[in-house]
């Protein structure tokens, strides 16, 4: 449980920053509407950038309860069984298909996370998450869309420029589960191409659109040289819940390890700009630091 000063720590900050969070009671209730986007902001913190740490996939295939049962993915990749004790070794074959499957949290047992910022870039949200990175001292990974980067070259480069990791989640942001081997395989090669071309760097990460995995998705990730990237804490940014419910889902789901999904694309992200400006300062007051997995 969260103590009593870090209770009120949060919430004096938080009404200092214009965002009253909701009480437990009201978590589960409708979430108010029309919140400041400019509310959060608060004195200029600097969290150490870390090297990247160990990294290590859950046991299962599908993130850990702490993020709400709707927003996690609506599948999972299916994980080879444990061996029974005596048996021969994983065969290879086995051995590769558990090397792909999605990572869900960090292997760390301090206060290291993981932010990761989806589908833009967008002209608008995607420089004013950047603003909120830059004053936190706070690297990030963006997994972005190629159809949203791909006449948006200067701004993919800036978020590269910046020191944050630039990710693969698709050409076109589709369900892969439907899609044939062919066209997953143009879905991550055309972005990992634009990537690459804009930046000079390859896409080491790919996330599906919605957690959507499919072993088809996995395994021509994993031949384009990608690892798969889930998330254990999810805010349901994307729905608009409300600013003070986004920031209260990170803040109670967060742990020693998490990865944290927001959303800087695919619609009116200023709810989510305003959770950042109050979330982040938070965490740093708290001891959390943040690295962009390489």
């Known amino acids: 449980m969260v ?36 509310a959060g902001a608060g004195p200029a913190a600097k969290a150490v950038n870390v090297p990247s740490p160990a990294l290590a996939p859950l046991p299962s295939a599908s993130p850990p309860s702490a993020s709400p049962p709707s927003a996690a993915p609506s599948s999972g990749a299916p994980q080879p069984a444990a061996p029974p004790v005596g048996s021969a070794a994983p065969s290879a074959a086995a051995a590769r298909r558990n090397a792909a499957a999605p990572l869900f949290s960090l292997a760390s047992d301090d206060k290291l996370v993981a932010l990761t910022i989806d589908d833009g870039p967008d002209p608008v949200y995607t420089p004013a998450v950047l603003s909120i990175l830059e004053r936190y001292g706070v690297r990030a990974t963006f997994f972005l869309v ?15 420029r910046q020191g944050h990791h630039l990710a693969n989640h698709t050409w076109s942001h589709p369900d892969l589960r439907h899609l044939s ?26 996330r599906a659109p919605g957690g959507d995995w499919s072993d088809v998705a996995l395994r021509v990730s994993n ?12 805010p349901v940014d994307w729905a608009r819940p409300g600013t003070s419910r986004i920031t209260t889902r990170v803040l109670d789901a967060i742990r020693p390890g998490s990865i944290v999904l927001n959303h800087d694309g695919g ?3 200023s709810q989510t700009i305003a959770a950042l400006k109050t979330y982040l300062p ?9 690295t962009a997995p390489a």
């Open 3 to 38: 103590s009593d000063h870090r209770i009120i720590g949060r919430r004096l900050l938080l009404s200092v920053a214009g965002v009253t969070l909701l009480s437990a009671a009201t978590a589960c209730g409708s979430s108010p509407s029309g919140q400041d986007p400019s």
């Open 146 to 160: 190629g159809e949203n980067a791909v006449n948006r070259s200067a701004l993919v480069r800036e978020i590269a």
């Open 181 to 206: 081997e062919a066209q997953v395989r143009d879905e991550l090669e055309r972005t990992s191409d634009l990537l690459h071309t804009a930046t000079g760097k390859p896409a080491t990460w790919f």
């Open 223 to 234: 031949e384009l040289g990608m690892r798969p990237m889930g998330w254990s804490v999810d």
């Open 267 to 269: 619609g009116d992200r």
């Open 282 to 290: 938070v965490l740093i007051d708290e001891g959390y630091r943040f």
